[in-house]
């Protein structure tokens, strides 16, 4: 049941008060930059988003500009700031996408290539290759990440063979090696440095000493010599060269991947929740005080370094978004419509986006999208309430792998755009039989990355951020537990199948 109401105030684009003290918070994304300039009081101000392109050359490969991010911060800075006064920002925050790997020129600068996105698998056979050689055991004890190919490590080892195929250069540091964020705060500072968080999921980093290992970095053919230094989440960073109008001063006090930034954003450091972050894939995230706790399928990770690390329990989904995109485009239709058009019941139709291979907690890089159930009675009506569901599903199996580690969880605390569907979370609290929190601030990455940069600047203790005011609408489940159990069955026989094999979820123990 839909309660819609508002758990909090809401959230509004309020005047900017002469000489108050503002945080401008930089989430750059996959299909857009995203700016936001927030207040003392924690509320929004102004807003932009600047969209940027994303290529697939061939299956499998996503690739990016990484001059294209870059204009992108700094146009989305320049028009959220275009009648504020730039001196009264006293701090900024990042929040950037995070496994995607770029390689630039220490002396120059400029990217060697593309920018291989998160999506990117062409690293899956090396990733096979060290599979079958029996490293994946060691590689998850020292990362908290099975061996795939989303992870940076693969990626960083296939830019090298190209663009440094004898490490000559990297080795004598002629090269740089990051993430969105190293790079950002290189063309920002000159610096090559690194937030833990976003460090953690290079697979290159043990996240207890949340240094650079040695045995990993020889595994992956990767020079010590090319990585960025790994920094906590508030720094110090660097100050804002060339991000007009901002004085050069002005400093970057918090960085978090965006999955992070959602989950501090939600105040996610609070016990029995998990958060959901719906866009193109998902990320379903619940911190753990227990930072060697574990679960088959899902990942350990730094969620974010404050005075000390907080870890997280972690699974990604490749295609949560992308499912009704796919749709849309086979239909005919726009994502919007191919929610609206859902029947109330598949007909027994199951659909296994594996478009690119199943992530959390399957972690499966050779399996193939299904569609199973199909009859003489199948039209788009049903089509479309499989693609749904087939959201609502992998979000739950993901949610059920990291609640058997962190402790129950009664609460899904969702954002992204696919949230706002008010089917789409009924739906989602159905499937799980828990409580589902949408947050009524469409820029959550952006506001984790303003809380952690107001944070580091001082303007706010972990008090007042708990204390902030979050707007949200609740869901509740009508389901039996009968009626859930049996479409999760249901599905779960569709994935066993669409994987050729017979074993439960859990790439790795």
Known sequence: MHDGVALGAGEQAASVESGGRLVLAIDQGTSATKCIVVGEDGRIRRRVSVAIGQQHPQPGWAEQDAIEIWNSVQQATREVLADIDPGQVAAVGLSTQRESTVLWDRATG????PLLGWQDIRGAEKCARLRLAGHAERVFATTGLPLDPMFSAAKASALLDLY?????????????LGTVDSWLLWRLGGEHLIEAGNAARTQLLDITTRRWDPWLLDLFAVPIETLP??????????GCVGLDPLPEATR??????????????????????VKVTYGTGSSVMGVTTDPLAHSAGVARTVAWELDRPTYALEGNIRATGATLVWLARLLDMTPAEVAAAAAPDSGGVVLVPAFTGLGAPWWDDKVQGTITGLSVETGRAQLCRAGLESIAFQIEDVVAAVEKAAGVITEILADGGPSTNARLMQLQADTSGRRVSTSQVAELSAMGAAYVAGLGAGMWSMSDLDALSRPRSMYRPELTSGERDERLQHWHTSVTAARGIGTPPGGVA
């Open 110 to 113: 400029e990217p060697l290539g």
């Open 164 to 176: 440094d195929s004898d490490r000559s250069r990297s080795s004598q540091g002629e090269l740089c």
């Open 229 to 238: 230094t790994v920094m906590p989440s508030t720094g110090p960073f660097v």
């Open 252 to 273: 970057v006090t918090g960085v978090l991947g965006d999955s992070h930034a959602a989950l501090f954003a939600h105040a996610g450091w609070r016990q029995g929740q």
